[in-house]
């Protein structure tokens, strides 16, 4: 298994729908590759936080200020709709 197939297959990894050759693949792949051992480790992570966290509300003032500045810095220029 190359670092690519490994990212071809981390979403499916992540939702345990792969099968189990598949499995021993990416585990043997991950065992002798640190680059796809951080980033399955800091995947991992981060959906562990996402989960862990409820979500709330952005403010609509700070949210449309947000929008603005992002519009602003992409478009050069002031940017309303």
Do not use: W
Not at 14 to 20: A, H, I, M, N, Q
């Amino acid at each position: 298994m190359t670092c690519t197939d490994f990212l071809s297959q981390l979403t499916d990894f992540f939702d345990g729908v792969v099968s189990p050759e598949l499995l021993a693949e990416v585990e043997h792949h991950i065992a002798e590759c640190k680059h796809c051992e951080v980033v399955l480790d800091s995947t991992t992570k981060t959906i562990n936080i996402y989960r862990d966290h409820e979500l709330y509300e952005f403010p609509v003032d700070a949210r449309e200020r947000l929008r603005t500045t992002i519009m602003s810095k992409c478009y050069g220029h002031s940017h309303k709709s």
